[in-house]
């Protein structure tokens, strides 16, 4: 499905949104109890990090509705007995990825359309109601264990069945999120990761305003401690630094670049087809070369801190295609994991909303039509520029109440347009008014591109940041209460 094909798909999800079965009930009869913060703790999750970058390379499986329609995206109103992968072979895939020397697997449980391929008990439509009446995430997990590999999966937010998109989120259709995650995560043993998609990305547009990626971390870290959380935001934030995702997720195939000396865990997701799933020409169509993969990618990648997942799109029959087969041998001559991958630094991981956006700003002095309000609006395109000529400036943020934050992030504007790659800043300070005189909290010379203080908790209703040099830019000062342990 592409970008016109899904706003069609929206208006026809608006217009029957209430004859698509009780979206607004997610198990009869319960609702998920409110969650506590889980406090996560950052030795065992850098542990957990580098362990995932161990493995290296990975197989993304894509095969839900889409598969039988000849799409990228499943249509939403098609029957449940469309799906009818009646040979069904996941050992074939697990022993295909084995012979690409794989580590890990990951499986596509919920699409964009709202179809699971496992029986949940909610109410969205799922494989008990297909022509395929049985678990294919069961049946996944188990070949793939069997295998000796690592089992990932991953869910949509964005459900268009459920009528689950922007501006429509429901305490009930979070309910329905909640019960489905715990479902996953309750029934399939551990996992190593879970991939999230259609959630704070530009064309999907639910927001972390709408649903909080806290709550959901909370659930998942609650459920399984050890299984890394990922969301597909790299289009919404920078990727040197972990914003709202334990491992950093890049979409190759939509042009999605890690960027060069990346500090942070990643990993690039592209295609060994020219689509995501399956189409009736792939039998005899070209397929990424192996040199390609190995050479240009999965290596490169490796040596940034980067694993490859590389998606391999079942048939209608659920078994992976021959040429499909041959490819992923051929990759495995080619290539062997060369053992654990270079370590890291623990990075600051952001899982709160940003304190600070949205709140009044003011500024010493800005450059026209530049002004404050763009280094706390959440957006890294933009950013706040001192006045002309300007050596020393500060910008500030107020609130209607003592608020508490314990962790801060100052981003300056390298690398923007008409602002040039070479820090402007000499110095830096942040500092609290508290009884008309100004605390320092934090402090420092020439930032990091993207600078992070951890901090012990600060509270006040005015926070500003002051810096000198030439004309300095800030794109995003931000602002977070981390939960900690």
Sequence with gaps: MNRREFAKALAVVGAFGSGMGTAWQAVAGTTPPAMRHVAVDPDRLLTLQQAFLDLRFGMFIHLNMATFQDREWGDPTRSPTLFNPKHLDTDQWARAAKSANMGYACLTTKHHDGFCLWPTKTSSANVMQSSYPHDVVRRYVDSFRKAGLKVCLYFSILDLRQDIRARTVTPEKIALIKAQITELLTNYGPLTALILDGWNASWSRISYAELAYREIYDLVKSLQPDCLLTDHNAGSYPGTALYYTDIKQYEQHAGQKIPANSPVPSQSGTTLQS???????????????????????????????????????????????????????????????????????????????????????????????????????????????????????????????????????????????????????????????????????????????????????????????????????????????????
């Design 275 to 485: 689509d995501w799933f399956w189409k009736t020409t792939y039998p005899t169509s070209e397929l990424a070369a192996a040199r390609t993969i190995v050479d240009d990618w999965l290596k490169p990648f490796n040596d940034n801190h980067c694993n490859l997942i590389l998606n391999v799109a079942p048939n209608r029959d659920g078994r992976f295609d021959d040429n499909a087969v041959a490819r992923l041998a051929e990759i495995g001559a080619l290539w062997k994991n060369p053992g654990p991958a270079a370590k890291i630094a623990r990075p600051v991981t952001i899982t709160t909303p940003d304190l600070a956006a949205g709140r009044p700003a003011w500024a010493s002095a800005s450059d026209e039509a530049v002004g404050p309000d763009q280094a706390f609006d959440d957006d890294f395109r933009t950013y706040w520029l001192a006045d002309r000529g300007t050596t020393e400036a500060w910008i500030e943020v107020r609130f209607d109440a003592p608020t508490t934050f314990n962790t801060l992030s100052i981003v300056e504007a390298r690398g923007r347009e008409g602002y040039g790659d070479a820090s402007r800043i000499v110095s830096y300070k942040v500092e609290i008014e508290r009884d008309g005189k100004w605390i320092g909290i934090a402090a420092g010379a020439t930032p990091e591109p993207y600078q992070f203080h951890e901090i012990a908790p600060a509270t006040a209703k005015r926070v500003r940041l002051s810096v000198t040099g030439r004309q300095p830019g800030i794109v995003e000062f931000g602002l977070y209460d981390e939960p900690r342990g």
